[in-house]
């Protein structure tokens, strides 16, 4: 009887698994990199070493950030450059706006932590073969401050996903 319970329990935490895997098909590339006490110095790099299997299809990649209550500004500026296979490197400065115009936090979640999820680069084809290197760098600064935000505070996680784009 405890065996038949057992299989059964089994079976089912599989067939969860398997639903949670195919729930999502489209992703290729889901990784976080945790902030250190949620300070993010200006000069640290985060490094997402994505391998390309694919050089036909087109993806979407996102940088998803998680925040806490303690980021004090309503944007957030990142400095992202990617790397080819060949050496070959794209560098851009962007910019997201982390709250509305009433200051009310963007991004889902339902306690302090807050998930965005930014669009960086859409509908791209990976054409090299080899991996690609990402790396995001905070440059966040106050409007009258050179230097940036040292450290930045209320930073949680950083990440890079990427995802075949739906036909």
């Known amino acids: 009887m405890q065996t038949i319970l057992k299989i059964r ?33 200006s000069g640290a790099k985060l490094d997402f070493i994505v391998p390309n299997l694919d050089t036909i299809s087109s993806k ?14 309503s944007s957030l500026f990142l400095i992202t450059k990617i790397e080819f296979p060949s050496g070959f490197q794209v560098v851009d400065t ?5 709250t509305d115009a009433s200051g009310k936090w963007l991004g889902s979640g339902f306690t302090d932590i807050k998930e965005n ?31 940036g935000k040292e450290p930045l505070k209320g930073i949680t996680d950083v990440g890079l996903s990427i995802e075949k784009v739906k036909k």
């Open 117 to 147: 999820k930014l669009f960086y680069k859409e509908n791209v084809v990976f054409s090299e073969k080899g991996d690609y290197k990402f790396m995001i760098q905070q440059a966040t600064r106050s409007i009258q401050d050179i230097e």
């Open 94 to 98: 962007l910019e997201y706006e982390m």
């Open 60 to 73: 979407n990649v996102f940088i998803n950030i998680r925040n806490n209550k303690d980021y004090e500004f």
């Open 9 to 41: 329990k089994q079976l089912s935490s599989i067939i969860i698994a398997l639903l949670l895997i195919s729930c999502n098909s489209n992703m290729v590339f889901d990784q976080y990199q945790s902030i250190d006490n949620h300070e993010w110095p």
